[in-house]
């Protein structure tokens, strides 16, 4: 079945940068975008970014700019999030998603993986 | 923070009908479509409505979208405790490049 299957929780110090990894599996994982979405404790949705797992092709949030890089290694499915300079505020849950569309007008999520926590502290 | 403004919460009783509004611009929901996700306690989100009123196979058709102008809504008839969840609007943003989300509705089944 359809699955993206994501990398474990994480602790990080303030400072430092996280990478979290997200393995498609069940369909051709460069016929889809995949976004990243984040969620604090108790808090709203957030968008971070998408990438185009076929050309590499990326773009991010304003907010994530200079500090977020999305990649790819498609001899292994798999997508990455690479967040650098975490301070206390980037502490949520990290979901990747699948993008169901080419056109970004009518574009919306209908694959997500389970979320992997990253925690920021001291 | 969101750009698209949803009702914080949301009530009814098992079998009534419930509906939430999603509020944006003409940068957003006024030239892009929208879909809809659940967020059940503890779980991912899950897509609940596509390109303003289309339901992925599975979604049962208590559920229902509609868009008109710079607004959209989902509407849950025949109300049932599992639907206890919160809700979330998203659409892409022309302006902003980027996809934005609704600030979230929580539905309690009273």
């Known amino acids: 079945q359809v699955q993206l299957v994501q990398s474990g929780a994480e602790v990080k110090n303030p400072g430092a940068s996280v990478k979290v990894s997200c393995k498609a599996s069940?369909?051709?994982?460069?016929?889809?975008?995949v976004n990243w979405v984040r969620q604090a404790t108790g808090q709203g949705l957030e968008w971070m970014g998408w990438?185009?797992?076929?050309?590499?092709?990326?773009g991010y949030a304003q907010k994530f700019q200079g500090r977020v890089t999305l990649t790819r290694d498609t001899s292994t499915n798999t997508a990455y999030m690479d967040l650098s300079s975490l301070r206390s505020e980037d502490t949520a849950v990290y979901y990747c998603?699948?993008?169901?569309?080419?056109?970004?007008?009518?574009?919306?999520?209908?694959?997500w993986g389970k979320g992997t926590t990253v925690t920021v502290s001291s | 923070q969101s750009v698209l403004t949803q009702p914080p919460s949301a009530s009814g009783t098992p079998g009534q009908r419930v509906s939430i509004s999603c509020s944006g611009s003409?940068?957003?929901?006024?030239?892009?479509?929208v879909s809809w996700y659940q967020q059940l306690p503890g779980t991912a989100p899950k897509l609940l409505i596509y390109?303003?009123?289309q339901r992925p196979s599975g979604v049962p058709d208590r559920f229902s979208g509609s868009k008109s102008g710079t607004s959209a809504s989902l509407a849950i008839s025949g109300l049932q405790s599992e639907d206890e969840a919160d809700y979330y609007c998203?659409?892409?943003?022309?302006?902003?490049?980027?996809?934005?989300f609704g600030t979230g509705t929580k539905v309690t089944v009273l």
């Open positions: 998603t699948r993008v169901a569309t080419g056109n970004i007008h009518y574009s919306y999520m209908d694959v």
């Open positions: 069940g369909y051709t994982f460069t016929r889809y975008d």
């Open positions: 990438m185009n797992p076929n050309s590499g092709n990326f």
């Open positions: 003409i940068s957003n929901i006024g030239s892009n479509a």
């Open positions: 390109a303003n009123d």
């Open positions: 998203a659409a892409w943003d022309d302006s902003l490049n980027a996809y934005v």
